[in-house]
């Protein structure tokens, strides 16, 4: 019990750097709080006592602001960091090593009872403030859920969710981050400014057109030079693009690229 305790209170350590000492994490963390609070209520939830269950759910949601049912699973060194207004339901489950910020919801859309009506998330997964997990499916290992995305359909291992409703914009290597790269460094929030897809999308018409550009002006340089004479390079029309002007750095920056 007191390894897993140690291994609770490190894991915060090691993804908060505002955090400066142990007994600063024990007393003012109130993710951490509200993981030590749901193990007794996820206890008492599979041992008959429902009520119990319910009731210190309920005093650790007032204690904390981080409302977690106690019937769903949540792993070894789950962090939920900044984590007011966090809502976990009754059958979601949270993978080993999961970071979970503020706003965060894994809900569910059916109201059938006893069915599997809320996500389950992998291992070393990172959900990011606002998103909205809505739905009994599996979001994989090492995916990260971006800032206020709408998630409504099965991430793959690895993969990121962007937007609403969200965007899946797959591995790079169609495996988990935590598989391929084993020290690969925490990014906290989850998101990159390589994982908006509309952004990456942007840029290939960017290149490309730039690309165009070029491949043009190269052409019309052609054809003049292999005019046999002054009168035949009177075919090349006056406006013939023989410079490039597409402005592609400029538009670049303007994305953020």
């Known amino acids: 019990m007191f390894a897993r305790l140690r291994s609770d209170i490190q894991c915060v350590l090691d993804r908060d750097p505002a955090a400066r000492s142990t007994w600063e994490v024990i007393t003012c963390y109130p993710g951490l709080h509200a993981v030590w609070l749901h193990r007794p209520a996820h ?10 269950g319910r009731f210190i759910s309920h005093v650790s949601r007032w204690l904390t602001g981080i409302e977690i049912h106690p019937g769903a699973k949540v792993g070894e060194r ?3 960091d900044h984590a007011m207004g966090v809502v976990v339901g009754e059958t979601a489950e949270i993978g080993d090593g999961c970071t979970i910020y503020q706003g965060v919801t ?15 998330l992998g291992k070393d997964v990172v959900v990011s403030a606002g998103a909205k997990v809505l739905g009994g499916f599996v979001v994989g290992d090492g995916a990260k859920i971006g800032s206020n995305a709408v998630v409504i359909k099965p991430v793959p291992a690895g993969a990121t969710a962007v937007g609403i409703p969200a965007r899946i914009i797959p591995s790079k290597t169609g495996e988990s981050a935590d598989v391929t790269e084993p020290a690969q460094k925490f990014q906290a929030y989850g998101i990159t400014q390589e994982d908006d897809p509309l952004s990456q999308a942007m840029r290939g018409l960017i290149d490309s057109t730039a690309s165009q550009e070029h491949q043009i002006a190269l052409l019309w340089c052609a054809i003049e030079k292999l005019s046999q004479s002054p009168r035949d390079g009177d075919c ?15 538009l670049n920056q303007l994305i953020g690229k």
């Open 43 to 52: 206890w008492c939830w599979h041992h008959g006592f429902k009520w119990l």
């Open 106 to 120: 894994l809900g569910g859309t059916s109201l059938y009872k006893g069915t599997k009506r809320h996500p389950t």
């Open 78 to 80: 789950v962090f939920f």
């Open 236 to 250: 090349v029309p006056k406006d013939a693009a023989r410079e490039e002007c597409f402005e592609a750095d400029k």
